[in-house]
């Protein structure tokens, strides 16, 4: 007869043994506020750190001219010739725009009292608005809210405050996005060098590949979008010019800012000229104006702008529209002329990351050490 052996009970202090010890729980609870803490510290310093993040992004951009200038003088005296060019882009565009601003608003001003005196008479002339006059005593009403100017001067001088603090700080973030830039332009490929020296050899020749494809990447994107919004800015100005629009350097100016906004600038800059024109010859300046952008965006979207994405970026379109959507909301029309390029530096750090573990993966399966990639072939 067969022996009936009964499991043994386990012991009660293995039963009530909790699951997540206390040691755990303290744990994660540590981990979830230092986790917030950064957060929050991040939401109070996003105003530096997004002035570091477009100072890196120009000091990749401007890596270039400055490693080419470098090759036939002393950095600094490269670094110098580089931020004197991009000072005088905007002097250049202030003599350009600024004069005649203020001449159009001396003229304004000078002949406002005319152009009352003939809205008044167009009135008189026009049944309906005599009517409409007569209906609602619109003269009057216009003259009561005139009197009540001088008391809203102090209210005004407020708002004018307003806007020149607006002004110098503009102008500090300006400063120190460029002296942050001068730094990184300086010493930056050092600081990165001495980062690679602490990685393994692999590792080490694996980011610096991705480093560098990265750099060209931003600085032919840069380029590639300078010369498509030149390229925009040049048409308009020849076209302004012969239909007699006014202020056509001005004008063109827009067109080439606006250009450099991806998917909806050059469509932008379209309409603010085109509502220009309405006031200058319509509809023959209006309608022709129209007909020369929807056939130079056609141009642009399938000549011009595919090569620049072929040569600098290889970014898929939904990525781009995501990226440039991110990138407005964050940092307004700034974010989204830097989305591009941020968002094919990350696609190549992922790549890079991806090739990486899966070479590793193959080497750990054969019992050989990882081999650092080959080096790229130097750009023509």
Not at 140 to 158: F, N, T
Not at 253 to 271: C, E
Not at 323 to 349: D, H, N, R
Request: aromatic share 8%; net charge positive.
């Amino acid at each position: 007869m067969g022996v009936r052996i009964e499991p043994k009970p386990e012991p009660l202090s293995v039963r009530n043994t909790p699951i997540y010890s206390a040691q755990t729980i303290v744990r994660t609870m540590l981990a979830a506020v230092c986790v917030a803490f950064a957060l929050y510290l991040v939401y109070l310093l996003r105003k530096p750190i997004s002035w570091v993040l477009i100072a890196i992004f120009l000091a990749v951009a401007l890596a270039g001219p400055v490693n080419r200038l470098h090759q036939h003088m002393k950095r600094g005296f490269a670094i110098a010739i580089v931020f004197l060019g991009l000072l005088l882009v905007p002097i250049g565009i202030a003599a350009l725009v600024v004069p005649p601003l203020v001449t159009q608003g001396n003229n304004l001003i000078q002949n406002l009292p005319h152009y009352a005196q003939d809205a008044q008479d167009f009135t008189q002339r026009n049944a309906t608005l005599r009517k409409l006059e007569r209906d609602y005593n619109i003269t009057a009403k216009l003259q009561e809210q005139a009197q009540k100017l001088p008391d809203k001067i102090g209210s005004a001088a407020g708002v004018l405050g307003d806007i020149g603090l607006g002004l110098v700080n503009s102008l500090f973030a300006v400063f120190t996005i460029l002296v942050l830039t001068a730094f990184l332009l300086g010493s930056g490929h050092l600081w990165v060098e001495r980062f690679l020296d602490l990685r393994p050899p692999e590792e080490a020749a694996r980011i610096r590949k991705a480093l560098d494809h990265m750099a060209r990447t931003v600085g032919g994107y840069v380029g590639g979008i300078l010369a498509q919004a030149t390229i925009a800015g040049i048409s308009a100005f020849i076209v302004l010019t012969i239909l007699g629009v006014p202020f056509a350097a001005a004008l063109a100016i827009i067109v080439f800012f606006a250009d450099l906004i991806p998917l909806v600038g050059a469509t932008l800059g379209a309409v603010v000229v085109a509502i220009v024109t309405l006031f200058t010859d319509f509809p023959t300046a209006t309608i022709i104006w129209v007909i020369f952008s929807v056939v130079y965006q056609q141009l642009e979207n399938t000549l011009i702008q595919p090569q620049i994405q072929k040569r600098a970026v290889n970014v898929h379109p939904f990525v781009v529209l995501v990226a440039v959507l991110f990138g407005s909301t964050l940092l307004g029309v700034l974010g989204a002329l830097v989305a591009i390029p941020v968002a094919a530096s990350l696609q190549i750090a992922v790549r890079e990351w991806w090739d990486y573990r899966h070479e590793k993966s193959i080497t750990e399966l054969a019992g050989a050490p990882v081999a650092p990639p080959p080096p790229e072939p130097e750009p023509a």
